[in-house]
């Protein structure tokens, strides 16, 4: 048996199940999922607070891990006695099952987490690609999802255009002090490199900017000087229509951002098609084992001199 918990953003969740995915086929047992983080957890350390994603896709029934709840979201219960009852109860839940708690560690790297045994709690992360390559067809199918609702005149121009970019930057959260020291962001340089390559093959393309803050991508990339056209700029848009689109563009341009990393990993590509992803992919030193791992042999690794 394979137990994963399932929290953070949408991209985050897609790697945490990926990951226990390719190890419960390893193992040839079940998989199931913790989904009650998102659902119980009472301290919003997330902003925006995140719910379960997953069941936006098309994946296939798993066994849920079921923990009792009352309490969890009573008004009357301090917080801190709300999380000391959500984690003691998970404990004991994962106890009874008799698995192993397995920790991800990002200053080990993959190779670290490559030989993980059945019985496992898997708890953290694990963006190791490479340790899930052998399913990936399966991934597709699992990850995929109706269209969602969005502009139609975007999609237009999209398909319009004679050779469409995407060009994809996270902001918002990443400009949080904690991301910023950790992750970082993506530099103007990076993306007039990365564009200016594009230009070299295809003179004619357009290209699409798609972010979870347009007005905030414009002003960080007017010094380009290029024309850009910015898309979706809707502040309630849907959670998966950002990747909708990118996925419909023929090359992409992403942000070191596991949102951007999924929209181009389930896109339908060649050996024609051009993904270009930052070198490095996390600014903190102690991570940055990851940075050579993470994108497919494949995509491009354009330099970028990661902002903090």
Not at 264 to 277: C, H, Q, T
Request: charged share 20%; net charge negative.
């Amino acid at each position: 048996m394979i137990v994963v918990k399932i929290h953070s953003g949408l991209g985050n969740q897609m790697f945490q199940y990926a990951f226990a995915l390719a190890l419960a086929i390893k193992h040839e047992t079940t998989l199931v999922v913790d989904a009650s983080y998102p659902l119980y957890y009472p301290i919003e350390i997330e902003n925006p607070k995140q719910d379960y994603h997953l069941d936006l896709f098309s994946i296939p029934h798993s066994d849920f891990l079921s923990l009792p709840h009352s309490l969890f979201k009573n008004w009357l219960v301090p917080e801190r006695l709300q999380k000391k009852i959500y984690f003691t109860r998970l404990k004991d839940t994962i106890n009874k099952m008799n698995v192993i708690w397995i920790k991800d560690d990002l200053t080990k790297g993959q190779e670290a987490f490559s030989q993980l045994p059945d019985h496992c709690y898997l708890d953290g992360y694990f963006q190791y690609p490479h340790q899930f390559e052998f399913i990936r067809a399966k991934l597709r199918n699992a990850f995929t999802f109706s269209k969602p609702p969005l502009p139609a005149q975007d999609l237009e121009k999209i398909n319009l255009s004679e050779i469409s970019v995407g060009v994809n930057l996270r902001r918002g959260d990443y400009l949080k002090n904690k991301n910023l020291e950790n992750i970082g962001i993506c530099t103007v340089d990076y993306y007039r490199t990365s564009i200016n390559y594009i230009l070299n093959f295809f003179p004619n393309a357009t290209f699409f900017v798609i972010s979870d803050d347009i007005a905030d991508s414009q002003q960080f990339l007017e010094p380009l000087k290029i024309n850009l056209h910015y898309l979706n700029a809707g502040s309630d848009k849907h959670i998966l229509s950002d990747m909708y689109l990118l996925q419909q563009c023929d090359h992409l341009v992403l942000a070191n951002s596991t949102y951007s990393w999924w929209s181009a990993y389930l896109s339908e590509y060649d050996s024609k098609k051009i993904i270009i992803a930052p070198d490095k992919w996390f600014v903190n030193p102690l991570w940055s084992i990851n940075n050579s791992n993470i994108t497919p042999q494949n995509w491009i690794r354009m330099p970028n001199d990661i902002q903090s």
